[in-house]
């Protein structure tokens, strides 16, 4: 079963900061938190991934609390190409499992961007 | 950016037929899966692949799965006899192996139907 727990749903207006809270209360020192997207049943999209600091690239930002019991991600700008299921999966890295473990997914937060 | 490509976009098959889905990792990848997505649910992971061989599947990939890397760039699932509840979309993923804890990136994923 999924390690996180995220809102089901949640609504932004476009051109505003959308927010994206998830709760990994359990997550081992070796696990990172990756967040992937799925807009209406397309392949899910790489987001972006973090381990202990906060995070950024062209798609969004990633900030984890020091604790690393939760984490945020941002979308600076939602536009309604963004409305989709994101989802915050925790998994074990690398180097601590040998391989490439697979994803385990949740049921993600349904974002609608409001024009 | 590179891509992964699965082929065909949507397979409708009889019940009991075996069918072939198709995958192009990223030319550089090395570590394979297959996820799959029952209408309305959550992701779920297959089967992972490295060197050739299955790293680790699911409880859901049972004796009528099987994978196959036939040649340097294909990835292939088969079902041996389809089922109703094999109905579902299915993913394939792929992710590099410099050991930085690389994202997995899907390819768009294969409608099938089963009749």
């Known amino acids: 079963d999924a390690k996180t727990t995220q809102p089901t749903s949640m609504d932004c207006a476009e051109g505003r900061a959308a927010n994206l809270p998830c709760n990994h209360s359990?997550?081992?020192?070796?696990?990172?938190v990756y967040w992937y997207r799925q807009i209406h049943s397309q392949g899910p999209q790489y987001i972006i991934h973090?381990?202990?600091n906060n995070e950024t690239n062209e798609m969004a930002s990633l900030i984890i609390t020091e604790d690393r019991k939760s984490s945020t991600l941002i979308l600076p700008h939602a536009t309604l190409r963004d409305t989709a299921v994101y989802y915050c999966i925790v998994r074990v890295s690398f180097f601590s499992s040998g391989s490439a473990r697979q994803l385990t997914f949740g049921s993600g937060t349904q974002l609608t961007v409001l024009p | 950016e590179p891509e992964v490509t699965q082929t065909p976009s949507h397979q409708v098959t009889q019940m009991g037929q075996e069918v072939i889905l198709r995958c192009v990792p990223i030319s550089n990848h090395l570590y394979f899966y297959w996820y799959r997505q029952i209408l309305g649910q959550k992701v779920e992971f297959l089967v992972s692949?490295?060197?050739?061989?299955?790293?680790?599947k699911s409880e859901i990939f049972d004796d009528q799965f099987s994978v196959e890397r036939p040649d340097g760039s294909n990835f292939t699932l088969k079902i041996r006899s389809t089922k109703l509840e094999d109905s579902a979309m299915y993913f394939c993923a792929s992710t590099s192996d410099r050991g930085f804890n690389q994202p997995q990136h899907f390819g768009d994923g294969t409608r099938l139907s089963i009749l």
């Open positions: 692949f490295y060197n050739n061989e299955i790293s680790e």
């Open positions: 359990t997550i081992s020192g070796n696990e990172y």
């Open positions: 973090g381990l202990k």
